[in-house]
């Protein structure tokens, strides 16, 4: 029988339960196996029952698979031993169709299920599923939108936004990205209330604009070349916003500014060539472009304000009615955690073996879940990291090369914390592969 490279690591996680591990694990490595592995020492060897672990995966499949494999694992040991194991084993089969085994959301909702009353939700929740969501969103936004056109202290940025090439559907798009992140509104962008409007000073962009076209006069030849018709047009640009007040026309000035050329012109036409015009011109062009940036973002912060208020005002009113979505799940029962000791101190009594797979992929709410029920009654501090928890609480495996789904706010960073957070001595790396075998290496 082969001894694999990393046996002590795959021991480690075997045997020492009472140790917090941060497990390393690639691709192929057997990762799930040594999760397994871990879970059926934790039930038949440190007679922990079942109720009282919580295993975390990235998807319900992943769950499911889980959930098999230590049913196959405790039918075999009630099949073929006697004792004490058998009979740990046959708790854990009873146990196991009720067991905390499954995604952070499922794992978050029957926390909320559990407590309601505590995290300030009604005792009977619904859960909506991705198509639900959707629906609700669009509902939510139909009605989003008829505010906002409604609402004349925004109208003239609105009407701004629309001239500068904005659609309604890019602040829907908005709105849906917010929703996705909607507990860090408060935090990053509520604050300080509603932005002030500020629009950039377009005059002196008008004066640089005369002052290039008058430099006309330095061609020797001005009907044979082919750049006075360019600066004649800067002059007529100049001449058509010269006196404009109104805030859209600034901004249309500054659009069309985008449309002049600065090409052609004969060096031999110009008293000191043409080229130190065309470049003056050119950067003029590149100020206006700057100059419309920040019309354009002066214009739409407003509406990114509005929209973000009202995204975290309905999810508040969803938590209020009990209706919630798969983040709120999360973003709730963190809140829970965070500032309910009694809570802290129920869960970790009654999950205190805590797994989570997958880790590089999960929500970065995940960990400070995790955590804060790992700690207890004594969690409460307001960064999880400076969080201390019992020996053995936490077991974590991922792989940072495998981490891709940014869009659920997986991040490598979030993952190198949490293993600093449990020290470089808590941290085994599988490195043998099960799928990269001689036959392919060979090949």
């Not at 909506?128 to 056109?149: H, I, K, T």
Request: glycine share 6%; charged share 30%.
């Amino acid at each position: 029988m082969t001894t694999l490279t990393d046996e002590p690591a795959r021991d480690r996680i075997r045997h020492k339960t009472g140790s917090t591990l941060f497990v390393d694990a690639g691709a192929g490595s057997g990762k799930t196996k040594s999760l397994i592995d871990r879970v059926t020492t934790l039930v038949l060897v440190d007679g922990v029952s079942l109720r009282n672990v919580a295993a975390v995966t990235f998807t319900e499949k992943a769950g499911a698979e889980l959930r098999d494999r230590l049913r196959a694992n405790f039918e075999k040991v009630w099949q073929t031993e006697a004792g004490e194991r058998r009979y740990r084993a046959a708790a854990a089969l009873d146990d196991l169709d009720g067991a905390a085994i499954g995604t952070l959301h499922s794992f978050a909702q029957r926390i909320l299920t559990t407590h309601p009353i505590e995290a300030g939700l009604p005792p009977l929740l619904e859960v909506l599923d991705e198509v639900g969501s959707s629906v609700a969103f669009d509902a939510r936004w139909s009605v989003m939108q008829r505010e906002l056109l409604d609402d004349d202290s925004l109208a003239q940025s609105v009407r701004l936004a629309l001239a500068a090439g904005a659609k309604l559907a890019h602040l829907r798009s908005l709105a849906r990205a917010f929703q996705s992140d909607w507990d860090l509104i408060e935090d990053r962008v509520l604050p300080g209330g509603p932005p002030t409007v500020s629009l950039p000073d377009v005059r002196r962009l008008l004066d640089e604009a005369r002052a290039l076209a008058s430099r006309a006069d330095e061609c020797l030849k001005r009907d044979d070349d082919k750049f006075i018709p360019r600066l004649t047009a800067l002059a007529a640009w100049a001449d058509e916003y010269a006196d404009a007040a109104d805030p859209e026309v600034q901004l249309a000035g500054l659009m069309a500014a985008g449309g002049l050329g600065w090409t052609n012109g004969r060096k031999a036409n110009w008293k000191h060539g043409v080229d130190s015009i065309r470049d003056d011109c050119k950067e003029w062009q590149r100020q206006t472009a700057s100059a419309l940036a920040a019309f354009t973002e002066a214009t739409l912060r407003p509406l990114a304000y509005w929209v973000a208020r009202g995204v975290r005002e309905a999810a508040l009113t969803r938590a209020a009615e009990g209706r919630l979505e798969f983040h709120d799940l999360l973003v709730v029962t963190r809140d829970l955690l965070r500032r309910d000791e009694s809570v802290r101190t129920a869960l970790q009594q009654q999950y205190p073996r805590l797994l989570l797979d997958e880790f590089q992929d999960t929500d970065p709410i995940q960990i400070e879940i995790a955590v804060r029920i790992a700690g207890g009654a004594e969690a409460s501090a307001i960064d999880w990291q400076h969080v201390r928890v019992p020996d053995g609480s936490l077991f974590v495996v991922g792989d940072p090369k495998q981490s891709i789904y940014r869009f659920r706010r997986a991040d490598i960073g979030m993952y190198l914390d949490a293993q600093k957070w449990m020290g470089a001595d808590e941290t085994v790396t599988l490195s043998s592969n099960f799928r990269t075998v001689a036959p392919v290496l060979a090949w």
